[in-house]
């Protein structure tokens, strides 16, 4: 795209400012904001000061294949998974696209060490987790890794510094997220520095149409996998390609499977698996009205007792047809640095625009059914999203130990 043609486009749109200063921008900044101008989404952008009215649907209650079920038909459930693994039909996707800015690591969130007495960081765990099966299984496990502009080099570096963490590197490959545009709220792009747009990642629910884009599908079409788990990085417990949730996805005749924990209250800040018109749906704890959170069953527990915890299995084929039929997109606000007419840089202090997000739950949406699998969440959850506290570096490393995992 040259500058004409931007321009044209820009214009089209009411966004011309855009350009401004662009003769002064080396050729390399040109050619970096032509081509950010050229990937802009425009129907994302036409979402800002449209009303949407809520789809109403009616929520009901789902429940969950429970761990006493699961005891029940393990050997089962494990006996196909085991040989839909060793028949290559299943892929995982780790969603690493985050920084350890919180946690006090201006590195991969994945980098973060949760080692003691030595050096352990998190992708070595979740790695480790996902040898435990492959070795079960007698197979690799084709694992694409997520990750963002940010922190893409940098992890790609860091695994081959640790060379892959004794994972085979050809069942290996990163992909990157995509970005949408940010703007402010009367839906003018802004530009974060001269020549270049501000953007941020668009959500985890884009991580299918990232991995597409990347030339990756093809390379899952050739493999013969059939089947994603995908799973998030900031949870060190995490079993992946875990042989007895993948055969009960594969023996219940739908297209996705949900791990779920019992959350430990009715407000646990956690989204809840059940139905929606009857198909599956995540309503998100903010979501839930009191007489729902606390409603309860003729046993005494809650009807919506069961959390998800980003660990899903979903049909490759159900997949492209969804990237197709296009993913709902949020509007979000946010604070967003941006530099003025005079090229100066503003770091607001409050909510100046929004940033455009799609979210892995909605996927789940789309599915014709999702089992939900429940875990114990102390052998399965340990997501570490601050340094202290609640869901932290300390409570993992607790978990950790409490799992013979030598810190």
Known sequence: MDKNTALEILKEHGQE?????????????????????????????????????????????????????????????????????????????????????????????????????RDLCIFNCLINNLMDVTSEAGAYIPLYIMT????????????????YFGYPKEYVKFFVQEMAVAVDFDGKILLEEPGRLATSPNGNGGWFSSLHKAGLVEDIRKRGVEWLNIFAVDNVLQRIGDPAFF?????????????????????????????????????????????????????????????????YIFKVSRLEEIMEERMPVHVVEKKIPYIDGDGNLIKPTEPNGYKFETLVVDMVAKMSGSVPYEVVREKEFAPIKNLHGVDSLDSARELLKANNVEL
């Open 148 to 163: 963002s502009e940010k922190n893409n080099d940098e992890t790609i570096r860091f695994f081959e510094e640790k060379n």
């Open 247 to 311: 055969g009960a996805t594969l023996l219940s005749g739908t297209d996705s499977g949900s791990k779920v924990v019992h959350k430990v209250d009715a407000y646990e800040k956690m989204g809840a698996l059940c139905l929606k018109d009857n198909k599956p749906y995540i309503v998100e704890y903010y979501e839930l009205s009191k007489e729902m959170a606390e409603a309860k069953d003729e046993t005494g527990d809650y009807l919506y007792a069961y959390g998800v915890i980003l660990n």
């Open 17 to 117: 400012h855009v350009l401004n200063g662009f003769d002064e921008l080396s050729a390399d900044l040109q050619k970096q904001l032509l081509r950010q101008v050229s990937e802009i989404d425009w129907e994302t952008i036409a979402l800002v000061g449209q009303e949407w009215e809520e789809d109403e649907g009616e929520i009901s209650p789902l429940g969950a294949t429970t761990i006493a079920e699961i005891e029940k038909r393990r050997d089962e459930f494990t006996k196909v998974g085991i040989d839909a693994i060793k028949e290559g039909k299943l892929g995982a996707v780790l969603l690493a696209g985050g920084m350890g800015t919180r946690l006090g690591l201006d590195k991969p969130k994945g980098e973060l060490n949760v080692g003691v007495n």
